[in-house]
């Protein structure tokens, strides 16, 4: 039998066979309703307050084996380059990768890690080449592939942890969510083994819903987007068709969060 391309053939016998296995005499002759599109109201309408949404969000990244630590403002530099300097050493972390951010900035992490001797790699073009403490490997360097990655990439990818500030976090499945920029690169939060968020308590929404509004607001034309949205909901999770599971191989295998009251 000849097929005429574009024509859908067979359509009615398949979908005959299926309802049949469904234990039902013959497919249904109206397609069933659907009223509701998206999140139904009541859910839309949960409101949280700050500190249950903080509560929610650790509830949640922990038994993603995440950890968190909620720091009150007044005590954020303080607290938090200690945290970092304590999980920099437990993990042998030599080399950090780093948002160009003003908030992460603000809270000098970068002295409290070369205080421990670690190097920092901030996210922009202009510090590859400030960075000569990072020599790149002359074997590595030779070949094809590596040579045609920018110096920095190149530097992103020998660090082993990635320090970012995620735009929103998500408390109902402790998500992170991350618009990519010129000094936001995606690189930071993928290519390196560990992740450490820092970000404050006033950035966590309830539901993704929430979260992708503020990234949709007052957009009009696709040139206003960024370039990737990247949604990290805990460490790197693949399983192959066995349904054997692999923790990091797409991306960090271990996750720390900070809230900042």
Request: hydrophobic share 40%; aromatic share 6%.
């Amino acid at each position: 039998m000849s097929a005429n391309i574009g024509n859908i053939t067979g359509r009615e016998a398949f979908i005959g066979n299926i309802a049949s296995r469904l234990g039902r005499k013959a497919p249904a002759a109206v397609a069933p309703e659907h009223p509701f599109r998206g999140a139904p109201d009541f859910y839309k309408e949960i409101e949280r307050t700050t500190d249950e949404k903080i509560e929610l969000f650790t509830d949640n990244w922990t038994a993603l084996t995440g950890k968190v630590l909620v720091v009150d403002e007044a005590e954020a530099n303080e607290k938090i380059g200690a945290w970092l300097q304590e999980v920099a050493a437990e993990l042998k972390v030599t080399q950090v990768s780093r948002w160009e951010n003003e908030g992460l900035i603000g809270l000098g992490l970068d002295e409290a890690l070369s205080a421990s001797g670690i190097t920092v790699v901030p996210w922009k073009q202009a510090a590859a080449a400030a960075e000569a403490a990072l020599p790149l490997d002359d074997d590595a360097e030779s070949s094809s592939n590596w040579s045609k990655r920018s110096e920095l990439l190149q530097r992103t990818e020998r660090c082993q942890m990635g320090i970012i500030w995620p735009d929103y976090a998500v408390a109902n499945t402790s998500t992170l969510v991350l618009q990519c920029s010129p000094e936001h690169g995606r690189s930071v939060s993928l290519l390196t083994d560990i992740l450490f968020a820092v970000f404050r308590a006033d950035q966590l929404v309830t539901r993704m819903g929430e979260a992708f509004g503020h990234v949709t607001k007052g957009k009009s034309d696709a040139r206003q987007y960024p370039s990737s949205l990247n949604l990290i909901t805990g460490p790197s999770r693949s399983a192959d068709i066995e349904n054997d599971l692999t923790i990091g191989i797409h991306g960090p295998g271990k996750v720390y969060a900070v809230i900042i009251k």
